[in-house]
């Protein structure tokens, strides 16, 4: 992942790079430091897939990575997760204040947009594809769609039922995770359905390994807490499933996501191995 991000990261740098010293344009590149990178991997591989240019890939990568990080910002607000840390660091909120977090959060959606709007990119028909699917993908199709239906749940009279958390976090996690792994099909104006089929079982597959070092993980490890679901009584896959099984469906989805990528051969085995490494990780 280290050398996707080696052409994405500059590229965020400079979209984020000339706002002065504002405490939103510092909050903004805070956000942005440090994680995975995983959407942005998923990005620059499947780019390389279609015969992208890492150079023009590179945009959609630092884009997906800016939303992502807005994502996280607004997520852990007092009004919605109510985190004090985020990648072993106090998040937004606690580093500035609420403000602050509310506004840098806007400020990288929008910033994400226009990423994708970037000559570097290729023609207008492949960047409009690019904004308008994220713009589907962070929504009410997608992201925001999932949120809601979260905060809904902790309200909710009954717990959600498997098929229930299944469809909430194919939106909240798993929609920016398919179509980071799809852009590079869409720029190249590729078929989309193998790279659609992958990412779409390794969002879930993501979430389950989440759900699971939430009751087994070691917050230093993660750097954010653990144990938040059940102390709040949430339903996940973990506790509708149980570990041994959330373990087992997790796995069942890598190899589903494995086989999807067949028909591209061994270009695709850093996309397969990145499948693998997140249900291994610890963090």
């Known amino acids: ?5 080696a052409f994405w990261r500059p590229v965020l740098a400079r979209a984020l790079a000339g706002h002065g010293d504002l405490p939103v344009a510092a909050a903004m590149r805070y956000a942005t430091g440090g994680g995975k990178g995983l959407r942005g991997f998923l990005v620059m591989q ?34 919605m997760d109510d985190d004090d840390l985020r990648r072993g660091q106090p998040t937004v909120h606690r580093k500035w204040d609420e403000a602050t977090a509310v506004l840098a959060g806007d400020a990288l959606q929008t910033a994400a947009f226009g990423m994708l709007c970037a000559p570097e ?8 594809r690019l904004i308008s699917t994220l713009s589907q ?13 979260d905060i809904m749940a902790e309200s909710a009279a009954q717990p959600l039922t498997l098929d229930q958390i299944t469809d909430l976090q194919a939106g909240k996690t798993g929609a920016l995770i398919t179509w980071s792994a799809v852009a590079g099909a869409r720029l190249a104006g590729a078929d989309e359905r193998p790279l659609t ?8 597959a993501f979430q389950i390994a989440d759900d699971i070092l939430d009751v087994e993980g070691d917050s230093v490890a993660l750097g954010k807490a653990v144990g938040k679901d059940a102390a709040a009584g949430k339903a996940t896959f973990v506790s509708l499933l149980g570990l041994d099984a959330a373990r087992s469906r997790a796995a069942g989805l890598v190899e589903a996501a494995c086989a999807a990528l067949e028909c591209y051969g061994e270009p695709a085995i850093s996309l397969q191995e990145a499948a693998r490494f997140v249900i291994a990780r610890d963090r």
């Open 46 to 79: 499947g780019a390389a897939l279609h015969g992208v240019a890492p150079e023009a890939a590179a945009w959609a990568a630092a884009a997906i990575e800016a939303l992502h990080a807005y994502s996280l910002i607004h997520d852990d607000l007092p009004c």
């Open 1 to 5: 992942m280290a050398q996707a991000a």
């Open 121 to 128: 990119l290729g023609p207008a028909e492949a960047r409009l």
């Open 137 to 149: 993908a962070a929504g009410m199709a997608g992201m925001v769609r999932g949120q809601a239906l």
């Open 197 to 204: 089929a992958y990412g779409d079982a390794l969002g879930l």
